[in-house]
């Protein structure tokens, strides 16, 4: 297949985990984090001496929002007791030896990751990108550790240069959802969880055991994934649904097993670039992975939705997703669906008919429970499995969902081997219909 040579590509993948009993533990900042996971994804392009051959290649660079640049000021103090860069990106790029033209610094969110993934193949496309590397980290174990050690630890870095930063102030909570306790994720999507269940007609043992079930499977993957943060325990159905010591009830229906587990020190980068460059640069094509389809879409405000157990939203991303790339969710071979909390998956699973035990699994990393949910980052990791696993299966497709806010924001991407021309999709036609309901 001749391809136009603008057509852009995944060419490397990396991750990286910083744990507190690892024989070199560091320390390391999420800026540290974010580095060693760019440099892998260099040499998983180029092989060894991967970052010398390309970070003087890399002409844009764009940071996924770390947490402690995710809340209002008065919060961000108590995330950030030892300081933080001014210019994450830049921090990361430095690192490498790279000097990109553009920085970019995404809102907090966590479909983030697969949103800049798809704007930068738009702009290598368009011959505005010659190659980008896109990243994301966070270290609030290594911070915890130190403030329960009372160690100080200076993670405060100043760094010049151009940064477009899109701290833009979504409107995600509103004055009611304030009146009902309804202002944090722990909060709030338990509420969607017992909308859904009320609506199945489901109790509430009946529901646990469902919850149980679908991220024992979670457990399972998470405990043989090497960048997994909880290590190598898997747990079974009854240990996730039932109320103990050890796993208290954080918001019924979540016992601590059920919710995103934040403790973690990872990062997981992703390098882009054309057909034309890896030709040029000699990138073996069994490198290269396309994205075939993607969409996006916003949900409605919490409380102007019809039903809170469910998301349209999401479903019109899955949907949209699939018919992009001219294909089925029965052609999909590999899935990882966002899961910060259970409703997260079982609406995913409701949008595409999935059961809960399908034989292919709905996560590739484990899961933020376990596996674990650096923050807006986590699907960073999701597209690097991703690319992994079509990788080493060539011609087959892996489906990634990420979600943020509360159920509130969709991204969705589709991967494979297989050569494809671009093009490029607008999402708008979908937010039109999201708005239009009732």
């Not at 646990?208 to 024992?216: D, P, R, S, T, V």
């Not at 089925?328 to 008919?353: H, M, Q």
């Amino acid at each position: 297949m001749v391809l136009n040579p603008n057509t852009p590509i995944l060419i490397g993948v990396g991750q990286y985990n910083e744990k507190l009993d690892d024989a070199n533990y560091q320390a390391m900042s999420p800026a540290d984090l974010a580095a060693a996971a760019a440099r892998l994804a260099c040499e998983d392009a180029a092989g060894f001496g991967g970052v010398e051959k390309l970070a003087g290649l890399i002409d844009a660079v764009a940071g996924v929002r770390l947490v402690a640049d995710s809340v209002p000021p008065a919060a961000r103090k108590m995330l950030v007791p030892f300081g933080s860069t001014n210019n994450f990106p830049r921090s990361v790029a430095n690192r490498i030896g790279a000097n990109p033209a553009t920085a970019v610094y995404s809102p907090a969110c966590g479909d983030e990751p697969q949103i800049l993934v798809s704007e930068f193949c738009e702009k290598i496309f368009a011959g505005e990108v010659k190659m980008a590397l896109v990243f994301g980290a966070e270290a609030a174990s290594t911070q915890r550790n130190a403030q329960t050690q009372k160690q100080e630890l200076d993670w405060n870095e100043n760094v010049d240069g151009q940064l477009e930063d899109r701290n833009q102030k979504q409107i995600l909570r509103t004055r009611h959802m304030a009146q009902h306790g309804m202002m944090m994720p722990v909060s709030t999507y338990p509420v969607f969880e017992q909308a859904r269940r009320h609506r199945l007609g489901l109790t509430r043992e009946d529901y646990a055991k469902i919850i149980g079930k679908l991220f024992a499977r979670f457990s399972r993957v998470s405990a043989d994934n090497p960048y997994s943060s909880s290590g190598p325990k898997a747990y079974s159905a009854d240990e996730i649904g039932t109320t103990t010591e050890r796993n208290r009830m954080i918001s019924d229906p979540y016992t601590r097993l059920m919710v995103a587990r934040d403790q973690v020190n990872q990062g997981a980068a992703v390098l882009l670039t054309s057909v034309g460059v890896a030709q040029e640069l000699g990138i073996d094509e069994n490198r290269w992975v396309f994205l075939h389809g993607y969409a996006g879409a916003h949900e409605r405000a919490v409380l102007e939705r019809a039903d809170l157990g469910a998301s349209p939203a999401m479903k019109l991303a899955y949907h949209t997703a699939l018919d992009n790339a001219g294909i089925g969710i029965n052609d999909i071979s590999f899935i990882d669906i966002y899961s910060c909390f259970p409703i997260a998956v079982l609406c995913a699973c409701d949008a595409l008919g999935l059961d809960i035990d399908d034989p292919r699994g709905l996560t590739l990393t484990g899961g933020l429970p376990f596996f674990g949910g650096p923050g807006n980052n986590y699907s960073m990791h999701a597209i690097a499995e991703a690319a992994t696993r079509v990788r080493s299966n060539p011609g087959k497709f892996a489906l990634v969902g990420a979600n943020g806010g509360f159920l509130s924001t969709h991204a969705v991407g589709v991967y494979s081997t297989t050569p494809v021309e671009w093009k490029n999709y607008d999402s708008a036609p979908l937010q039109e219909q999201i708005d239009k309901l009732p």
